[in-house]
């Protein structure tokens, strides 16, 4: 067996693979165990480690374990998500870790992948304000990047320490406590080709994003009229969305924000931007989608939310990553605006092209 195995090229048994590997991982997993030629071939080849979902200290220690242990031209990261919740995770591991440890750990872990194959990044860290210890946004240069999804305290030094990703197309920012001064000139120099831009669970908008998003209309509505501004996001964007964070309630009396002070920089905001009071109000098709502001939540409700967004956090990465959700890759590496092309050769619950668990 090992022997017939041996010489056949590795791309061809890797469409084999693929074809029988089509459940949930299982198959691939024994396949690892019991056949030496298989684990050869992952090994010799890095299919194995395409698409990697990694959730924990423990596990992002390990993955940086493994991926020492390959060639760095084997560490052929497509796709990769990096995930600590600390103890909303509720379980045993649950203790949010040392930001010491934490930060450089992903940092780490970016730079030993191949920085010439990963297209679809995400990041999501436990906590919004972390002063001594402050991811950078984009820690090494990543040519090849295309989606990039970031959530926790990131700060404006997380910006200006930012390496670029010239191919990047799609930014999410889901919860950072405040956009960084020159978000926009940022923005430029980061991602020049970023088409859309989201930025969820906005606290507090301040006059900053009110300005680009005015900047960001008028080069849309009327091009022929508008130059560009200082701190213009990239040119070839395409869509804004916004949406804003519920107040919370806090069940101390004297303790926490009021619902004024949360309220009152929404209300400036909307004197320079329009916010729907509805959900059937939205134009999703829009170049500026404004979210309505979500209404008041008891304290209580605050853990099932941030459950729920993770989940939204996830479901995103699984979007870019297998195409669905009007996210496709194309086999040379690009992006449609539309979503159309080719799919990644390997199947979606390809046990072989599925996300590796550590």
Do not use: M
């Given at each position: 067996m090992s022997l017939l195995l041996s010489i056949i090229?590795?791309?061809?048994?890797?469409?084999?693979?693929?074809?029988?590997?089509?459940?949930?991982?299982?198959?691939?997993?024994?396949l690892n165990l019991v056949c030496k030629a298989f684990?050869?071939?992952c090994t010799a080849t890095g299919v194995d480690l395409q698409y990697a979902s990694v959730r924990g200290v423990r596990r992002m220690q390990r993955f940086l374990q493994v991926l020492g242990g390959r060639d760095k031209t084997l560490r052929k990261v497509r796709s990769l998500m990096l995930v600590e919740r600390g103890w909303l995770e509720r379980n045993e591991e649950a203790q949010t870790p040392d930001t010491a440890v934490l930060v450089p750990l992903v940092?780490?872990?970016?730079?030993?992948?191949?920085?010439?194959?990963l297209?679809?990044?995400?990041?999501?860290?436990?906590?919004?304000?972390?002063?001594?210890?402050?991811?950078?946004?984009?820690?090494?240069?990543?040519?090849?990047?295309?989606?990039?999804?970031?959530?926790?305290?990131?700060?404006?030094?997380s910006f200006v320490s930012s390496a670029t990703a010239p191919k990047l197309m799609r930014l999410h920012i889901f919860n950072i406590a405040?956009?960084?001064?020159?978000?926009?000139?940022?923005?430029?120099?980061?991602?020049?080709?970023?088409?859309?831009?989201?930025?969820?669970?906005?606290?507090?908008?301040?006059?900053?994003?009110?300005?680009?998003?005015?900047?960001?209309?008028?080069?849309?509505?009327?091009?022929?009229?508008?130059?560009?501004?200082?701190?213009?996001?990239?040119l070839p964007l395409q869509q804004i969305t916004l949406d804003f964070r519920p107040f919370y309630r806090s069940p101390f009396?004297?303790?926490?924000?009021?619902?004024?002070?949360?309220?009152?920089?929404?209300m400036a905001f909307r004197q320079s931007m329009p916010i729907p009071a509805q959900m059937s109000d939205v134009d999703f098709a829009a170049p500026l989608i404004v979210l309505p502001v979500p209404k008041a939540r008891e304290h209580?409700?605050?853990?099932?939310?941030?459950?729920?967004?993770?989940e939204l956090f996830k479901g995103c990465w699984e979007c870019q990553t297998f195409g669905r959700g009007g996210v496709s890759w194309m086999s040379s590496g690009n992006v449609r605006s539309d979503g159309s092309g080719t799919m990644s050769p390997l199947p979606q619950h390809s046990s072989v092209g599925t996300p590796s668990q550590y």
């Open positions: 090229p590795s791309e061809i048994l890797t469409a084999i693979f693929s074809s029988a590997c089509t459940d949930t991982g299982e198959t691939g997993r024994q684990r050869d071939l940092h780490e872990i970016l730079q030993a992948i191949s920085a010439d194959h297209e679809v990044l995400s990041v999501y860290f436990p906590f919004w304000n972390c002063p001594s210890h402050v991811p950078v946004l984009i820690p090494v240069h990543l040519p090849q990047l295309l989606h990039l999804s970031v959530s926790g305290p990131y700060d404006n030094g405040r956009l960084p001064t020159n978000f926009g000139d940022h923005l430029a120099r980061i991602a020049p080709c970023l088409t859309h831009l989201k930025v969820s669970n906005i606290d507090s908008p301040d006059p900053d994003l009110g300005r680009i998003c005015k900047s960001f209309l008028l080069s849309r509505t009327h091009p022929s009229q508008s130059s560009p501004q200082p701190d213009h996001p990239p009396k004297r303790c926490g924000t009021s619902i004024l002070e949360h309220i009152a920089p929404i209580a409700a605050w853990i099932d939310d941030e459950d729920e967004c993770f």
